[in-house]
Protein backbone atom coordinates (compact mmCIF):
# COMPACT_ATOMS: atom_id res chain seq x y z
CA UNK A 1 0.00 0.00 0.00
CA UNK A 2 3.14 1.99 0.40
CA UNK A 3 3.93 4.44 -2.80
CA UNK A 4 7.53 4.76 -1.18
CA UNK A 5 8.49 2.48 1.51
CA UNK A 6 11.82 3.51 1.86
CA UNK A 7 10.81 6.81 2.63
CA UNK A 8 9.61 7.29 6.13
CA UNK A 9 6.56 9.75 5.93
CA UNK A 10 6.02 12.40 9.02
CA UNK A 11 2.42 11.13 9.78
CA UNK A 12 0.75 8.01 10.10
CA UNK A 13 -2.91 8.31 9.51
CA UNK A 14 -5.28 5.52 10.74
CA UNK A 15 -8.98 5.03 10.13
CA UNK A 16 -10.06 4.02 13.48
CA UNK A 17 -13.47 5.36 14.26
CA UNK A 18 -15.18 7.00 17.17
CA UNK A 19 -18.64 5.77 18.42
CA UNK A 20 -21.59 7.72 16.16
CA UNK A 21 -22.10 9.42 19.37
CA UNK A 22 -19.67 12.28 18.70
CA UNK A 23 -20.60 12.07 15.53
CA UNK A 24 -23.77 14.30 15.35
CA UNK A 25 -21.54 17.41 16.43
CA UNK A 26 -19.14 17.10 12.92
CA UNK A 27 -22.59 16.21 10.55
CA UNK A 28 -24.19 19.19 11.56
CA UNK A 29 -21.01 21.57 11.16
CA UNK A 30 -20.60 19.77 7.88
CA UNK A 31 -24.16 20.06 6.98
CA UNK A 32 -24.93 23.85 8.01
CA UNK A 33 -21.43 25.04 6.84
CA UNK A 34 -21.41 24.59 3.02
CA UNK A 35 -23.44 26.45 0.64
CA UNK A 36 -26.81 25.65 0.85
CA UNK A 37 -26.78 24.64 -2.53
CA UNK A 38 -24.55 21.49 -1.54
CA UNK A 39 -27.11 20.73 1.14
CA UNK A 40 -30.19 21.09 -0.55
CA UNK A 41 -29.05 18.55 -3.64
CA UNK A 42 -28.67 15.77 -0.84
CA UNK A 43 -31.90 15.92 -0.19
CA UNK A 44 -31.62 16.62 3.49
CA UNK A 45 -33.66 18.34 5.76
CA UNK A 46 -33.09 19.96 8.86
CA UNK A 47 -34.94 17.87 12.24
CA UNK A 48 -33.46 20.11 14.44
CA UNK A 49 -35.46 18.74 17.60
CA UNK A 50 -34.58 20.26 20.96
CA UNK A 51 -33.86 16.76 22.65
CA UNK A 52 -31.49 16.13 20.85
CA UNK A 53 -28.46 13.69 21.86
CA UNK A 54 -25.88 16.31 22.14
CA UNK A 55 -23.37 13.18 23.99
CA UNK A 56 -19.80 14.62 23.87
CA UNK A 57 -17.05 13.38 21.91
CA UNK A 58 -16.11 10.15 23.39
CA UNK A 59 -12.60 9.72 24.41
CA UNK A 60 -12.36 6.39 24.78
CA UNK A 61 -11.23 6.01 21.15
CA UNK A 62 -9.47 2.59 22.01
CA UNK A 63 -13.17 0.94 22.87
CA UNK A 64 -14.04 3.05 19.71
CA UNK A 65 -11.83 1.03 17.33
CA UNK A 66 -14.38 -2.30 17.58
CA UNK A 67 -16.99 0.01 16.00
CA UNK A 68 -17.58 -0.82 12.62
CA UNK A 69 -17.18 2.22 10.12
CA UNK A 70 -20.99 2.38 8.83
CA UNK A 71 -22.03 5.71 7.06
CA UNK A 72 -25.26 5.65 8.56
CA UNK A 73 -25.49 8.64 10.80
CA UNK A 74 -27.98 6.47 13.11
CA UNK A 75 -28.08 9.55 15.73
CA UNK A 76 -28.08 12.10 13.33
CA UNK A 77 -30.23 15.07 14.70
CA UNK A 78 -30.85 15.01 10.89
CA UNK A 79 -33.36 12.99 9.96
CA UNK A 80 -35.11 12.97 6.60
CA UNK A 81 -38.01 14.59 6.61
CA UNK A 82 -40.08 14.96 3.84
CA UNK A 83 -40.15 17.77 1.08
CA UNK A 84 -42.50 20.50 2.24
CA UNK A 85 -44.38 23.35 0.88
CA UNK A 86 -41.69 23.79 -1.90
CA UNK A 87 -43.79 21.48 -4.39
CA UNK A 88 -47.23 22.21 -3.96
CA UNK A 89 -46.97 22.34 -8.02
CA UNK A 90 -47.40 18.87 -7.92
CA UNK A 91 -49.26 17.95 -5.16
CA UNK A 92 -51.87 20.79 -5.81
CA UNK A 93 -52.71 19.40 -9.96
CA UNK A 94 -53.54 16.15 -8.51
CA UNK A 95 -54.52 14.01 -11.56
CA UNK A 96 -57.56 15.57 -13.69
CA UNK A 97 -59.07 13.23 -15.99
CA UNK A 98 -58.64 14.94 -19.49
CA UNK A 99 -61.69 17.33 -19.81
CA UNK A 100 -63.22 19.27 -22.24
CA UNK A 101 -64.33 22.93 -21.32
CA UNK A 102 -65.80 24.53 -23.62
CA UNK A 103 -66.99 27.17 -21.25
CA UNK A 104 -65.10 30.73 -22.18
CA UNK A 105 -66.70 30.97 -25.91
CA UNK A 106 -67.85 28.54 -28.59
CA UNK A 107 -64.69 28.77 -30.33
CA UNK A 108 -62.41 28.59 -27.15
CA UNK A 109 -61.49 25.01 -26.15
CA UNK A 110 -59.25 24.16 -22.69
CA UNK A 111 -57.93 20.32 -22.43
CA UNK A 112 -55.85 18.98 -19.38
CA UNK A 113 -53.31 16.52 -20.27
CA UNK A 114 -54.16 13.28 -18.92
CA UNK A 115 -52.63 10.06 -18.58
CA UNK A 116 -51.29 8.78 -21.74
CA UNK A 117 -52.37 11.98 -23.39
CA UNK A 118 -50.08 12.59 -26.72
CA UNK A 119 -51.08 15.92 -28.45
CA UNK A 120 -52.82 13.92 -31.56
CA UNK A 121 -54.95 12.53 -28.43
CA UNK A 122 -55.72 15.89 -27.08
CA UNK A 123 -56.61 17.38 -30.57
CA UNK A 124 -59.12 14.89 -31.48
CA UNK A 125 -60.72 15.52 -28.06
CA UNK A 126 -60.97 19.29 -29.33
CA UNK A 127 -62.53 18.10 -32.51
CA UNK A 128 -59.28 18.90 -34.66
CA UNK A 129 -58.20 15.69 -37.39
CA UNK A 130 -55.10 13.72 -35.14
CA UNK A 131 -53.34 14.00 -38.42
CA UNK A 132 -53.56 18.34 -38.50
CA UNK A 133 -50.92 17.58 -35.37
CA UNK A 134 -48.31 16.65 -37.93
CA UNK A 135 -48.72 19.99 -40.06
CA UNK A 136 -48.97 22.32 -37.23
CA UNK A 137 -45.44 21.01 -35.75
CA UNK A 138 -43.89 21.15 -38.96
CA UNK A 139 -45.02 24.77 -39.40
CA UNK A 140 -42.10 25.90 -36.64
CA UNK A 141 -39.01 24.38 -35.71
CA UNK A 142 -39.98 24.98 -32.17
CA UNK A 143 -43.37 24.22 -32.28
CA UNK A 144 -42.61 20.90 -31.08
CA UNK A 145 -42.13 22.30 -27.45
CA UNK A 146 -46.19 21.91 -27.34
CA UNK A 147 -45.49 17.74 -27.92
CA UNK A 148 -44.00 17.85 -24.61
CA UNK A 149 -46.34 17.07 -22.94
CA UNK A 150 -46.89 16.69 -18.49
CA UNK A 151 -49.58 15.15 -16.63
CA UNK A 152 -52.16 18.03 -15.97
CA UNK A 153 -50.67 20.32 -18.02
CA UNK A 154 -53.29 22.81 -19.82
CA UNK A 155 -54.00 23.36 -23.45
CA UNK A 156 -56.41 26.48 -25.04
CA UNK A 157 -57.53 25.82 -28.31
CA UNK A 158 -58.95 28.79 -30.10
CA UNK A 159 -60.78 27.43 -33.49
CA UNK A 160 -62.46 30.20 -35.87
CA UNK A 161 -66.11 29.02 -36.97
CA UNK A 162 -64.52 26.70 -40.03
CA UNK A 163 -63.34 24.39 -36.95
CA UNK A 164 -59.51 25.59 -37.59
CA UNK A 165 -56.92 26.08 -34.78
CA UNK A 166 -56.00 29.85 -35.21
CA UNK A 167 -54.41 29.75 -31.92
CA UNK A 168 -53.18 27.35 -29.34
CA UNK A 169 -52.01 28.44 -26.05
CA UNK A 170 -50.70 26.67 -22.63
CA UNK A 171 -49.24 27.59 -19.81
CA UNK A 172 -45.62 26.40 -18.51
CA UNK A 173 -45.22 27.78 -15.02
CA UNK A 174 -46.24 30.40 -13.77
CA UNK A 175 -43.59 32.28 -15.63
CA UNK A 176 -43.79 30.86 -18.91
CA UNK A 177 -46.32 29.80 -21.68
CA UNK A 178 -46.31 29.07 -25.21
CA UNK A 179 -48.36 29.94 -27.64
CA UNK A 180 -48.77 28.77 -31.85
CA UNK A 181 -50.98 31.43 -33.98
CA UNK A 182 -51.92 31.21 -37.53
CA UNK A 183 -51.42 33.30 -40.17
CA UNK A 184 -51.04 33.32 -43.67
CA UNK A 185 -48.46 31.07 -44.09
CA UNK A 186 -48.88 29.00 -41.55
CA UNK A 187 -48.54 28.58 -37.55
CA UNK A 188 -45.85 30.84 -35.46
CA UNK A 189 -44.52 29.68 -32.48
CA UNK A 190 -43.92 32.02 -29.69
CA UNK A 191 -42.55 31.77 -25.92
CA UNK A 192 -43.63 34.27 -23.48
CA UNK A 193 -41.63 34.87 -20.31
CA UNK A 194 -43.13 36.59 -17.47
CA UNK A 195 -41.37 38.71 -16.01
CA UNK A 196 -41.95 38.79 -12.17
CA UNK A 197 -41.70 41.41 -9.95
CA UNK A 198 -38.84 41.31 -6.96
CA UNK A 199 -40.26 42.24 -3.86
CA UNK A 200 -38.86 41.92 0.22
CA UNK A 201 -40.95 39.74 2.32
CA UNK A 202 -40.79 39.38 6.18
CA UNK A 203 -40.98 37.16 8.50
CA UNK A 204 -40.86 36.29 12.01
CA UNK A 205 -40.76 33.23 13.85
CA UNK A 206 -39.76 31.39 17.39
CA UNK A 207 -38.99 28.20 18.03
CA UNK A 208 -41.01 25.58 20.08
CA UNK A 209 -40.25 22.54 18.88
CA UNK A 210 -37.72 22.59 16.42
CA UNK A 211 -36.00 24.82 13.59
CA UNK A 212 -38.00 23.40 10.66
CA UNK A 213 -41.22 23.25 12.11
CA UNK A 214 -41.00 26.85 13.39
CA UNK A 215 -39.81 27.85 10.25
CA UNK A 216 -42.75 26.21 8.19
CA UNK A 217 -45.10 27.52 10.33
CA UNK A 218 -43.89 31.31 10.05
CA UNK A 219 -43.82 30.69 6.31
CA UNK A 220 -40.36 30.14 5.54
CA UNK A 221 -39.66 28.01 2.75
CA UNK A 222 -37.93 24.83 2.92
CA UNK A 223 -34.67 26.30 1.23
CA UNK A 224 -34.21 29.77 3.01
CA UNK A 225 -34.73 27.64 6.39
CA UNK A 226 -31.53 26.11 4.92
CA UNK A 227 -29.82 29.06 4.15
CA UNK A 228 -30.23 30.82 7.31
CA UNK A 229 -29.10 28.08 8.81
CA UNK A 230 -25.81 27.66 6.60
CA UNK A 231 -25.68 32.06 6.78
CA UNK A 232 -26.06 31.52 11.05
CA UNK A 233 -23.69 28.17 10.60
CA UNK A 234 -20.28 29.50 11.44
CA UNK A 235 -21.83 31.04 14.70
CA UNK A 236 -24.97 28.76 16.01
CA UNK A 237 -24.49 24.78 16.15
CA UNK A 238 -28.01 24.37 14.87
CA UNK A 239 -27.66 20.55 15.61
CA UNK A 240 -27.23 20.87 19.62
CA UNK A 241 -27.48 24.66 20.58
CA UNK A 242 -31.15 25.41 19.26
CA UNK A 243 -33.50 26.00 22.33
CA UNK A 244 -36.99 26.57 22.80
CA UNK A 245 -37.92 30.57 22.70
CA UNK A 246 -35.26 31.04 20.14
CA UNK A 247 -36.38 33.30 17.57
CA UNK A 248 -35.72 34.93 14.21
CA UNK A 249 -36.38 37.64 11.71
CA UNK A 250 -35.40 37.33 8.13
CA UNK A 251 -36.00 39.83 5.10
CA UNK A 252 -35.86 38.20 1.81
CA UNK A 253 -36.35 38.36 -1.95
CA UNK A 254 -39.86 37.17 -3.15
CA UNK A 255 -40.60 37.34 -6.91
CA UNK A 256 -43.99 37.91 -7.96
CA UNK A 257 -46.16 37.76 -11.32
CA UNK A 258 -49.94 38.86 -10.80
CA UNK A 259 -49.46 39.20 -7.43
CA UNK A 260 -48.95 35.22 -6.35
CA UNK A 261 -45.47 34.58 -5.25
CA UNK A 262 -43.86 32.50 -7.76
CA UNK A 263 -40.24 32.01 -5.97
CA UNK A 264 -37.84 33.32 -3.55
CA UNK A 265 -34.65 34.87 -3.91
CA UNK A 266 -32.03 35.02 -1.31
CA UNK A 267 -31.93 36.48 2.01
CA UNK A 268 -31.61 40.30 2.45
CA UNK A 269 -30.88 40.09 6.34
CA UNK A 270 -31.72 37.91 9.24
CA UNK A 271 -31.21 37.74 12.99
CA UNK A 272 -31.19 34.66 15.10
CA UNK A 273 -31.57 34.79 18.89
CA UNK A 274 -30.01 32.08 20.08
CA UNK A 275 -29.99 31.16 24.08
CA UNK A 276 -30.34 35.07 24.09
CA UNK A 277 -27.61 36.16 22.26
CA UNK A 278 -28.62 37.91 19.03
CA UNK A 279 -26.69 37.37 15.48
CA UNK A 280 -27.51 39.55 12.98
CA UNK A 281 -26.93 39.14 9.13
CA UNK A 282 -26.84 41.57 6.17
CA UNK A 283 -26.37 40.20 2.40
CA UNK A 284 -24.28 42.71 0.42
CA UNK A 285 -23.09 42.78 -2.86
CA UNK A 286 -19.18 44.66 -3.36
CA UNK A 287 -18.54 46.71 -6.51
CA UNK A 288 -16.97 43.81 -7.92
CA UNK A 289 -20.15 41.73 -7.79
CA UNK A 290 -19.33 39.43 -5.18
CA UNK A 291 -22.15 39.46 -2.41
CA UNK A 292 -21.27 37.86 0.99
CA UNK A 293 -22.94 37.53 4.56
CA UNK A 294 -22.01 40.08 7.36
CA UNK A 295 -22.75 41.21 10.54
CA UNK A 296 -24.84 44.48 11.07
CA UNK A 297 -21.75 46.16 11.62
CA UNK A 298 -19.84 45.29 8.84
CA UNK A 299 -18.25 42.08 10.06
CA UNK A 300 -17.73 38.86 8.10
CA UNK A 301 -20.27 36.02 8.57
CA UNK A 302 -17.99 33.71 7.05
CA UNK A 303 -14.74 32.57 8.76
CA UNK A 304 -11.39 32.14 7.01
CA UNK A 305 -12.18 28.28 7.47
CA UNK A 306 -14.56 25.83 7.41
CA UNK A 307 -14.56 23.73 9.84
CA UNK A 308 -14.72 19.80 7.99
CA UNK A 309 -13.02 19.89 4.98
CA UNK A 310 -15.62 16.80 4.32
CA UNK A 311 -19.37 16.54 4.63
CA UNK A 312 -20.84 13.53 6.64
CA UNK A 313 -17.56 11.91 8.04
CA UNK A 314 -16.58 11.02 10.87
CA UNK A 315 -13.33 11.50 12.63
CA UNK A 316 -11.65 8.04 13.03
CA UNK A 317 -8.25 9.61 14.67
CA UNK A 318 -7.87 13.04 16.39
CA UNK A 319 -4.85 15.51 16.77
CA UNK A 320 -2.62 13.89 19.15
CA UNK A 321 0.91 14.71 20.48
CA UNK A 322 1.26 10.79 20.99
CA UNK A 323 -0.15 7.75 19.67
CA UNK A 324 0.24 4.04 18.72
CA UNK A 325 0.82 4.10 15.13
CA UNK A 326 -1.51 1.05 13.58
CA UNK A 327 0.85 0.36 10.95
CA UNK A 328 4.54 1.00 13.10
CA UNK A 329 3.23 -0.11 16.19
CA UNK A 330 5.11 2.88 17.60
CA UNK A 331 4.16 5.88 19.42
CA UNK A 332 4.03 8.57 16.86
CA UNK A 333 2.32 12.66 16.71
CA UNK A 334 -0.44 12.39 14.92
CA UNK A 335 -0.55 15.84 13.90
CA UNK A 336 -3.93 15.90 12.40
CA UNK A 337 -7.00 15.02 12.17
CA UNK A 338 -8.90 11.67 10.03
CA UNK A 339 -11.95 11.87 8.11
CA UNK A 340 -13.17 8.26 7.56
CA UNK A 341 -15.59 8.27 4.54
CA UNK A 342 -16.62 6.43 1.65
CA UNK A 343 -14.23 6.65 -1.19
CA UNK A 344 -14.63 8.99 -3.71
CA UNK A 345 -16.45 11.10 -1.20
CA UNK A 346 -15.72 14.86 -2.30
CA UNK A 347 -12.92 16.84 -0.15
CA UNK A 348 -13.04 20.89 0.25
CA UNK A 349 -11.06 23.54 0.58
CA UNK A 350 -11.34 24.91 3.66
CA UNK A 351 -10.63 28.53 3.17
CA UNK A 352 -9.30 29.93 -0.28
CA UNK A 353 -6.17 29.71 -0.88
CA UNK A 354 -2.90 29.00 -3.60
CA UNK A 355 -2.17 25.61 -3.72
CA UNK A 356 1.19 25.11 -2.94
CA UNK A 357 1.00 21.26 -4.08
CA UNK A 358 -1.35 19.21 -6.12
CA UNK A 359 1.12 15.80 -6.43
CA UNK A 360 2.39 12.65 -4.89
CA UNK A 361 4.25 13.36 -1.50
CA UNK A 362 5.35 9.66 0.29
CA UNK A 363 3.28 8.26 3.40
CA UNK A 364 0.35 10.96 2.12
CA UNK A 365 -0.32 9.70 -1.38
CA UNK A 366 -1.49 12.28 -3.05
CA UNK A 367 -1.84 15.17 -1.49
CA UNK A 368 -2.74 18.67 -1.78
CA UNK A 369 -1.43 21.45 0.16
CA UNK A 370 -2.86 24.98 0.13
CA UNK A 371 -1.15 27.82 1.50
CA UNK A 372 -4.28 30.61 3.03
CA UNK A 373 -2.20 34.08 3.68
CA UNK A 374 0.87 34.52 5.01
CA UNK A 375 -0.21 32.59 8.53
CA UNK A 376 -1.95 29.72 7.77
CA UNK A 377 -1.84 26.25 5.40
CA UNK A 378 -3.50 22.88 5.19
CA UNK A 379 -2.29 19.86 3.84
CA UNK A 380 -4.95 17.10 2.72
CA UNK A 381 -3.78 13.31 2.54
CA UNK A 382 -4.31 9.63 1.29
CA UNK A 383 -6.94 11.69 -1.52
CA UNK A 384 -7.76 9.10 -4.46
CA UNK A 385 -7.26 12.08 -6.71
CA UNK A 386 -7.38 15.58 -7.52
CA UNK A 387 -10.65 17.56 -8.93
CA UNK A 388 -10.72 18.86 -12.32
CA UNK A 389 -8.34 22.16 -12.38
CA UNK A 390 -7.16 21.42 -8.93
CA UNK A 391 -3.17 21.93 -9.86
CA UNK A 392 0.14 23.19 -7.95
CA UNK A 393 0.32 26.77 -8.23
CA UNK A 394 -3.35 27.44 -8.89
CA UNK A 395 -5.86 28.80 -6.41
CA UNK A 396 -9.13 27.39 -4.68
CA UNK A 397 -12.33 28.96 -3.00
CA UNK A 398 -13.08 28.30 0.32
CA UNK A 399 -15.52 25.39 0.00
CA UNK A 400 -14.11 24.40 -3.46
CA UNK A 401 -14.37 20.59 -4.22
CA UNK A 402 -10.08 20.10 -4.71
CA UNK A 403 -10.40 16.00 -4.88
CA UNK A 404 -12.00 13.14 -3.15
CA UNK A 405 -11.52 10.14 -0.70
CA UNK A 406 -9.08 7.67 -1.03
CA UNK A 407 -6.32 5.58 0.92
CA UNK A 408 -3.55 6.53 -0.99
CA UNK A 409 -0.32 6.36 0.82
CA UNK A 410 0.65 4.90 3.92
CA UNK A 411 -2.84 4.25 4.38
CA UNK A 412 -5.30 1.62 6.21
CA UNK A 413 -8.65 2.48 4.66
CA UNK A 414 -10.39 5.42 2.86
CA UNK A 415 -10.25 8.89 5.07
CA UNK A 416 -8.64 12.24 4.76
CA UNK A 417 -5.69 13.23 7.09
CA UNK A 418 -6.30 16.49 7.45
CA UNK A 419 -3.59 19.39 8.83
CA UNK A 420 -3.86 22.87 9.59
CA UNK A 421 -0.55 24.88 10.36
CA UNK A 422 -0.37 28.29 11.97
CA UNK A 423 3.07 30.42 11.09
CA UNK A 424 4.45 26.64 10.21
CA UNK A 425 3.41 24.80 13.41
CA UNK A 426 0.80 22.09 13.46
CA UNK A 427 -2.15 22.97 15.51
CA UNK A 428 -5.38 20.46 16.26
CA UNK A 429 -8.17 22.30 13.49
CA UNK A 430 -10.85 20.63 15.68
CA UNK A 431 -9.43 23.36 19.13
CA UNK A 432 -8.35 26.27 16.55
CA UNK A 433 -10.65 29.57 17.04
CA UNK A 434 -10.93 30.36 13.64
CA UNK A 435 -10.01 33.67 11.90
CA UNK A 436 -12.51 35.95 10.63
CA UNK A 437 -12.85 36.21 6.50
CA UNK A 438 -12.44 39.51 5.90
CA UNK A 439 -14.51 42.50 7.21
CA UNK A 440 -16.58 44.90 4.30
CA UNK A 441 -13.70 46.93 3.37
CA UNK A 442 -13.50 50.68 4.44
CA UNK A 443 -14.00 51.79 0.90
CA UNK A 444 -17.73 49.90 1.13
CA UNK A 445 -18.23 50.80 4.87
CA UNK A 446 -20.52 53.60 3.80
CA UNK A 447 -22.27 52.32 1.61
CA UNK A 448 -23.07 48.59 2.85
CA UNK A 449 -24.42 50.63 5.89
CA UNK A 450 -26.99 52.28 3.62
CA UNK A 451 -28.82 49.37 2.97
CA UNK A 452 -27.84 47.40 6.70
CA UNK A 453 -29.63 50.06 9.03
CA UNK A 454 -32.62 50.23 7.15
CA UNK A 455 -33.06 46.34 6.82
CA UNK A 456 -32.39 46.21 10.65
CA UNK A 457 -34.72 49.04 11.39
CA UNK A 458 -37.65 47.24 9.28
CA UNK A 459 -36.90 44.29 11.18
CA UNK A 460 -37.38 45.76 14.14
CA UNK A 461 -40.40 47.82 12.83
CA UNK A 462 -41.98 44.76 11.61
CA UNK A 463 -41.50 43.02 14.26
CA UNK A 464 -43.00 45.07 16.91
CA UNK A 465 -46.03 45.61 14.53
CA UNK A 466 -46.73 42.11 14.50
CA UNK A 467 -46.31 41.42 17.99
CA UNK A 468 -48.62 44.40 18.74
CA UNK A 469 -51.01 42.87 16.30
CA UNK A 470 -50.95 39.24 17.79
CA UNK A 471 -51.63 40.86 21.38
CA UNK A 472 -55.13 42.90 20.13
ZN1 LIG B 1 -4.11 11.11 9.87
Known sequence: MTTEPSK????????????????AALLSLALLVFPSSDVEAKKTTLSLELESPAEQLTQDQDAAETVQATNEPAASPFAQIEDS?????????????????????????EVIVGKG??????????????????????SDKQAKQFSQLKHGQKLEFELNPEGQLTNLHSKLSDLESITLTKNDKGYVFNRITAKPTVRSAYVHGVINSSLSQSAARAGLSHSLTMDMASVFGYDVDFAQDIRQGDEFDVIYEQKVVNGKAVGNGPILSARFTNRGKTYTAVRYTNKQGNSSYYTADGNSMRKAFIRTPVDFARISSKFSMGRKHPILNKIRAHKGVDYAAPRGTPIKATGDGKVLLAGRRGGYGNTIIIQHGNTYRTLYGHMQGFAKGVQTGGSVKQGQVIGYIGTTGLSTGP???????????????????LPMADPIAKAERSRF???????????????ATMLASSKR
Open 117 to 138: DTLSTLFEKVGLPAASVHEILA
Open 415 to 433: HLHYEFQVNGVHVDPLGQK
Open 8 to 23: APPLYPKTHLLAASGI
Open 85 to 109: AEDTKETAQAAPEPVVEPKKAPNHK
Open 449 to 463: LAQSQPLMARMDQEK
